[in-house]
T-cell receptor
Framework: SQTIHQWPATLVQPVGSPLSLECTVEGTSNPNLYWYRQAAGRGLQLLFYSVGIGQISSEVPQNLSASRPQDRQFILSSKKLLLSDSGFYLC?????????????FGPGTRLTVT | GDSVTQMEGPVTLSEEAFLTINCTYTATGYPSLFWYVQYPGEGLQLLLKATKADDKGSNKGFEATYRKETTSFHLEKGSVQVSDSAVYFCALSGGTGNQFYFGTGTSLTVIP
């Protein structure tokens, strides 16, 4: 069966520090991968998605970036964090086949920028 | 473009009450529709889905019917429990690819 992992689970970082969040998927190949952010009490904001290694689409221009160095690995980064980057970051995947569009979510990373 | 409009919360119900959370959508083509549930501090879990008009998705006592004529996918449960307290998200997957569109979420609290 497929599983999705995210780490760290929680992170407290000072303003201006770098960020690296990692997401990995097991049990599938060539998944579509997504990064979302959920601010406190708000809905989901799609940040990036990827349909393959090295292929990244950005939905919202900001100080975050994403990379996909391996088929089942998706990394969210920042060179300098802002206070507004605080939130709950969710990674998701779905199979790369037309018959199944549902997304499956990881457990999330709670980021607090101080 | 494609979008989902979801009933605003928060919603507070007594245990065993009937639940309806409204969701309407706008889409070109023939989207699939989903309900996700998020328990405190956790990621989203797929609750149910429907992939074509008149399909009914169901799981854990929750139901939703894909109504093309009213562009709706309302979530219902006949008798809620305290353990159903969570945030519920309506979502659609566009027919033009793997883009997902989420509603803003509805917080449900069930009191004993």
């Amino acid at each position: 069966s497929q599983t999705i992992h995210q780490w760290p689970a929680t992170l407290v970082q000072p303003v201006g520090s770098p960020l690296s969040l990692e997401c990995t998927v097991e049990g599938t190949s060539n998944p579509n991968l997504y990064w979302y952010r959920q601010a406190a009490g708000r809905g989901l904001q799609l940040l990036f998605y990827s349909v393959g290694i090295g292929q990244i689409s950005s939905e919202v221009p900001q100080n975050l970036s994403a990379s996909r160095p391996q088929d089942r690995q998706f990394i969210l980064s920042s060179k300098k964090l802002l206070l507004s980057d605080s939130g709950f970051y969710l990674c998701a995947w779905n199979p790369d086949r037309a018959s199944s569009y549902e997304q499956y979510f990881g457990p999330g990373t709670r980021l607090t920028v101080t | 473009g494609d979008s989902v409009t979801q009933m605003e919360g928060p919603v507070t119900l007594s245990e065993e009450a009937f639940l309806t959370i409204n969701c309407t959508y706008t889409a070109t083509g023939y989207p699939s529709l989903f309900w996700y549930v998020q328990y405190p501090g956790e990621g989203l879990q797929l609750l149910l889905k429907a992939t074509k008009a008149d399909d009914k998705g169901s799981n854990k006592g929750f139901e939703a019917t894909y109504r093309k004529e009213t562009t709706s996918f309302h979530l219902e449960k006949g008798s809620v429990q305290v353990s159903d307290s969570a945030v519920y998200f309506c979502a659609l997957s566009g027919g033009t690819g793997n883009q997902f569109y989420f509603g803003t979420g509805t917080s449900l609290t069930v009191i004993p």
